[in-house]
T-cell receptor, first 115, second 111 residues
C-alpha cells in the first residue's frame, strides 16, 4: 500500500526557534493535510492543502503542497511551549471537490521544546 | 459546536469478549471513517462510509472486525472475539467532502 515518509521522527528545540518537518510519498496525492495530536486526544487539523504548489499559512504555521504532488512540508515559526506534541502529515487521493476517501498518515514528528 | 463524539473513552476487557465502539459524527457530515493507532503501525484506516454505505473495508484486519452505520448520526465498530493484539486507540472521523475531523478516540486494552 501507499506509504508516507515523515521526517524527522523527533525534534528537540529551544523555545523561539523555527521548526521544519516534511513528508514524501512514492505516489501522488491530491490533498495534503497536517494534523497535531496531544496526549489523550485525537488529531486536530492544522492546515489543508488542495492544489499542487499551494502555500498556506495559519498563524505561525506555514505548509506547502509540493509541485510533484508527492511531498509537503510544515514550518512553525518562533516556537512556543504549547507547540509541543506530535505532528502528522496525511495524504488523500480525493481533491477538495471530490468524494471523501481515507487518509494515509505519516508516522509523526515528535516536537519537544526546551524552555 | 459539537465535534465527533466517541464512546467509551476507555475500555478494558478480557480476550474473547465482544467489544463495541461507538461514534457520533458531526451533524451534516456525510462521510465517516474508522482508524486505529498503534505504536508499531501508526494511524491506519480501517473502513469508511459515504452516506451510510460502506465504501472501503480493505483495512479491516480480520473477520472478527465489523462496522455498521445504521443512520447518518451513528456508527459502531465491533470486535468479536477480541484478542490482546487488538489493543490500540480507535479513532472515528467525519467529513463533508473535506477535511476530516477526528474524535478523541477509544483506548482499548484487551487482557
Amino acid at each position: 500500500g501507499q506509504q508516507l515518509n515523515q521526517s524527522p521522527q523527533s525534534m528537540f528545540i529551544q523555545e523561539g526557534e523555527d521548526v521544519s518537518m516534511n513528508c514524501t510519498s512514492s505516489s501522488i496525492f491530491n490533498t495534503w493535510l497536517w494534523y497535531k495530536q496531544d496526549p489523550g486526544e485525537g488529531p486536530v487539523l492544522l492546515i489543508a492543502l488542495y492544489k499542487a504548489g499551494e502555500l498556506t499559512s495559519n498563524g505561525r504555521l506555514t505548509a506547502q503542497f509540493g509541485i510533484t504532488r508527492k511531498d509537503s512540508f510544515l514550518n512553525i515559526s518562533a516556537s512556543i511551549p504549547s507547540d509541543v506534541g506530535i505532528y502528522f502529515c496525511a495524504g488523500q487521493l480525493g481533491g477538495s471537490g471530490g468524494g471523501a476517501d481515507g487518509l494515509t498518515f505519516g508516522k509523526g514528528t515528535h516536537l519537544i521544546i526546551q524552555p | 459546536d459539537a465535534g465527533v463524539i466517541q464512546s467509551p473513552r476507555h475500555e478494558v476487557t478480557e480476550m474473547g469478549q465482544e467489544v463495541t465502539l461507538r461514534c457520533k459524527p458531526i451533524s451534516g457530515h456525510n462521510s465517516l471513517f474508522w482508524y486505529r493507532q498503534t505504536m508499531m503501525r501508526g494511524l491506519e484506516l480501517l473502513i469508511y462510509f459515504n452516506n451510510n454505505v460502506p465504501i472501503d473495508d480493505s483495512g479491516m484486519p480480520e473477520d472478527r472486525f465489523s462496522a455498521k452505520m445504521p443512520n447518518a448520526s451513528f456508527s459502531t465498530l465491533k470486535i468479536q472475539p477480541s484478542e490482546p493484539r487488538d489493543s490500540a486507540v480507535y479513532f472515528c472521523a467525519s467529513s463533508y467532502a473535506q477535511p476530516q475531523h477526528f474524535g478523541d478516540g477509544t483506548r482499548l486494552s484487551i487482557l
